[in-house]
């Protein structure tokens, strides 16, 4: 816990817009500010997050596009509604495979022992019976911080975003230093999500890019190329976030698909 009572936050990068430093209001949190976010949407952010996604290495925090509750501006960032956060010791005894597996037997339902071929998927087609185990990584494709910069110019060009800044080494573990809640009706523990994102970071070449009060969205610099691929993947994302197939387009197939080639992952949490 010293770690983030210890957090140079008197370090920020110079240039910002006007912003806050803020502190979780979920249950008991002992520190100090675990993130920085702009008073107001900035205009054009993605060139303000380009300069500070390039120099994050140098300063340590790591740039986020922070998209607000729709009509309650203030939340989830202004208002702290964050989870107290957790160092990222947290992240690192996790395992990927250990924690989709738990999602995994979570959501999906159990297969009879004497189950014919019809009753090998469930109503919306997700594969039924024991956890399959992570997807092969992708073979490298382009360099993954270039791929998200390009992403974000090309999706947020013009716009006015509000703009996070978190101190953590990697796009994944900011999810957890800042007590990210979004996906609290699936989990709980942030860094659950961390260690997944961290392991697609490392297999698929993802980045972070922007956080929602319930979604995420990543960039992929190494999306899969054929539907065999997609296939476990889409196994994976089911696990992650079963809301992207049962309140999305309620076919797994059809989900699996959308994801050959795609280089931006979005998920939202009922």
Not at 218 to 232: E, F, G, R
Not at 262 to 270: C, E, G, L, M, N
Request: overall charge negative; some cysteine; glycine content about 8%.
């Amino acid at each position: 816990m010293a770690e983030f009572r210890d957090t140079p936050f008197d370090a920020l990068p110079s240039g910002l817009p006007p912003g806050r430093l803020i502190v979780p209001d979920e249950g008991d949190w002992p520190g100090g500010p675990v993130m920085w976010v702009s008073d107001k949407p900035v205009p054009d952010a993605a060139v303000l997050w380009m300069r500070l996604h390039e120099s994050h290495p140098e300063t340590g925090f790591y740039p986020l596009l922070l998209e607000p509750l729709c009509r309650e501006p203030d939340r989830p960032w202004h208002s702290g509604e964050l989870f107290p956060p957790l160092s990222v010791g947290a992240i690192d005894v996790l395992r990927a495979d250990g924690v989709l597996q738990r999602f995994w037997e979570m959501v999906s339902e159990e297969l009879p022992e004497d189950a014919d071929e019809s009753e090998r998927v469930d109503h919306n087609g997700v594969p039924r019976g024991p956890w399959p185990g992570l997807a092969p990584a992708t073979p490298p494709g382009d360099d993954p911080d270039q791929t998200v910069r390009e992403h974000v110019l090309a999706r947020y060009a013009g716009d006015d975003v509000l703009l996070g800044l978190v101190p953590a080494a990697r796009g994944a573990d900011a999810l957890t230093r800042m007590g990210w809640s979004g996906p609290c009706n699936h989990t709980d523990h942030p860094q659950e999500i961390s260690a997944v994102v961290r392991s697609w970071e490392d297999r698929f070449g993802a980045r972070v890019m922007s956080v929602g009060f319930d979604t995420l969205d990543l960039s992929v610099a190494a999306p899969p190329t054929t539907l065999d691929q997609a296939i476990d993947i889409a196994v994976e994302h089911h696990a992650f976030c079963p809301d992207n197939i049962s309140q999305g387009c309620g076919d797994f197939l059809q989900y699996a698909e959308s994801l050959v080639g795609a280089v931006r992952w979005s998920f939202w949490w009922d």
